[in-house]
């Protein structure tokens, strides 16, 4: 692995299930709490001088807030709930009508389904939330929320549906799926919008209220409070620093907006933490701070980079931290470094511990592969590392973050998604097949010589001929129309060369795990 990738963490638009939660037990502790804090304020003294404890009643009296605030969220509710959307998708998705498909039975029974058991396209549908942040229809939202639900789907389109029912066509500006973040836009004229806080300023215990649409009920309102900021969930990646609240996030509440009580948006909802599927009170929502500047950025029809060393990362352990004599919770140690990259180039080596990164400590909260990520790519800096137990500082011109595609934590059997995002994973639209570059990381991945050079399938359509010819996520192509191709650039060019010609179709050399290949001739679309 090199700097973790996000991980497929639960989230809020997938596989819950809506239950109850007693709530006498909530109480039954506060009240538990407030009686043992008031009997130690009878029993115990305090001498002149002497600290006191946070809440003594002479000393949080000032802070605490006055009697029966908030009496209602009602009026700010209705000032913002016009600018939260509801998004639903259209999605294609092929699915096999022969029971027995790829089991030694599939062409025995196969005949016996409609069509000779050949696999079938259906639709299906997703639904999420997201809010206006121009009055001239620019929308934010999840990607998860815009993308395919499942393997082989293809999304086909879009649609954003105002709190007045208005509903609009949407097109898909920008994603980052990395940050898990996507732009929408919806063309319309003087739209309810709502602007972006400074979640920097939030703290926890904060009220703050989500407005969405769970289960896809419509415009519905939750309050809670902060629980913590800077929260990593341990999925690793550029942007593992959540805010985590209580306020009830559930399913199609992902892309909503959480607002402090000025009625900025301070946070994106996303994921929540369930070891049941339903909610539980823990709930993550992407701090406005950290994603305002993606935004802006996917809204000009620009990719977003981020700084990358190059290393795999290992969390240390307590005996780990002793056994390389750095303090607990402090640092992280360098389990391998990729070769080439901006790591190895400055001498950082294998068994080395980071510490700081640009005069900013490595901890828990603040991860090595987010401070990497957070440094624009050519700029130089100090890192900060122990080796041998000895303190060394180097100086490291910080390389750009490969799209996650192309990360060792590439798997050829996740979902494909929807073609679109990053360009180095696209493919012409007349072939259906999107592709990516083929990395050394990934051809181990998929059990093909790092030596390789092609591009690997990462996206079919499934109406596509190249579907019909049994194409998938994770074969390898080397050759178009027998011609080498190194790159996606290489293969978009030569199909659309093959295109323009007036050619039928490509033949493409695809090469399995093994390293066993075939020729496959592949019809363009009609």
Do not use: C
């Not at 305090?46 to 809440?55: E, L, M, R, W």
């Not at 029966?68 to 016009?82: E, H, W, Y």
């Not at 049994?470 to 190194?486: D, K």
């Amino acid at each position: 692995m090199t700097e973790p990738t996000p991980g497929p963490g639960r989230n809020s638009k997938g596989q819950m299930t809506k239950g109850t939660t007693p709530v006498r037990y909530a109480y039954a502790i506060t009240s538990a709490l407030l009686i043992g804090g008031a009997s130690a304020a009878l029993v115990m003294q305090n001498p002149a001088g002497a600290q006191t404890a946070q809440n003594e009643p002479g000393a949080i009296q000032a802070a605490v807030p006055r009697a029966g605030a908030p009496m209602s969220f009602a009026d700010m509710v209705a000032k913002l709930q016009p600018a939260v959307v509801n998004i639903s998708t259209t999605q294609r998705v092929q699915v096999q009508t022969n029971p027995f498909a790829g089991t030694p039975f599939g062409d025995l029974f196969g005949g016996q389904q409609g069509g000779g058991g050949r696999p079938v396209t259906r639709q299906a549908e997703s639904l999420g939330s997201g809010f206006l942040i121009s009055a001239d229809g620019y929308v934010v939202t999840n990607n998860h929320v815009i993308s395919a639900g499942q393997r082989g789907a293809v999304v086909e389109s879009i649609k954003v549906t105002l709190a007045d029912r208005r509903e609009y066509t949407a097109k898909l500006v920008g994603r980052d799926p990395a940050t898990d973040l996507a732009v929408l836009k919806i063309e319309g004229t003087n739209l309810p919008f709502v602007k972006f806080g400074d979640s920097d300023r939030a703290r926890a215990g904060d009220w703050v209220v989500a407005i969405g649409n769970p289960f896809g009920l419509g415009g519905s309102v939750t309050a809670g409070i902060i629980s913590a900021l800077h929260r990593a969930t341990g999925q690793g990646g550029p942007l593992d620093r959540f805010i985590q609240t209580d306020a009830s996030i559930n399913r199609g509440n992902s892309g909503g907006p959480l607002f402090d009580l000025n009625g900025n948006v301070i946070g994106i909802n996303s994921q929540i933490l369930s070891p049941t599927g339903g909610n539980v009170g823990i709930g993550f929502a992407i701090p406005s701070s950290e994603a305002k500047p993606i935004i802006d950025t996917l809204m000009k029809g620009a990719s977003v980079e981020r700084g990358y060393l190059g290393v795999g990362i290992q969390p240390l352990t307590d005996d780990l931290a002793k056994s390389f004599g750095v303090p607990k919770g402090k640092g992280e140690l360098i389990s391998r470094v990729e070769p080439g990259e901006a790591a190895a180039k400055a001498g950082i080596k294998q068994g080395d511990v980071i510490v700081k990164v640009d005069g900013k400590d490595v901890t828990p909260d603040q991860t090595l592969s987010y401070l990497a990520a957070n440094v624009r790519p050519g700029t130089r800096i100090a890192v900060e590392l122990i080796r041998d137990g000895k303190p060394v500082t180097v100086q490291v011109t910080v390389g750009k973050r490969p799209p996650e595609e192309q990360l060792g934590g590439f798997d050829p059997d996740a979902d494909e998604g929807a073609p679109g995002g990053d360009e180095a994973t696209q493919g012409p639209a007349s072939l259906g097949i999107s592709v990516t570059a083929l990395t050394p990381q990934i051809a181990r991945t998929i059990g093909v010589d790092p030596a390789t050079k092609g591009v690997v399938i990462v996206g079919v359509d499934p109406a596509s001929d190249a579907a019909q010819k049994q194409l998938t996520r994770g074969l390898v192509i080397t050759s178009v129309n027998r011609q080498p191709i190194e790159t996606p650039a290489d293969f978009t060019r030569l199909v659309n060369a093959a295109k323009a010609s007036g050619a039928e179709s490509v033949v493409l050399y695809i090469m399995a795990r093994g390293g066993v290949g075939t020729y496959r001739a592949v019809e363009f679309a009609r």
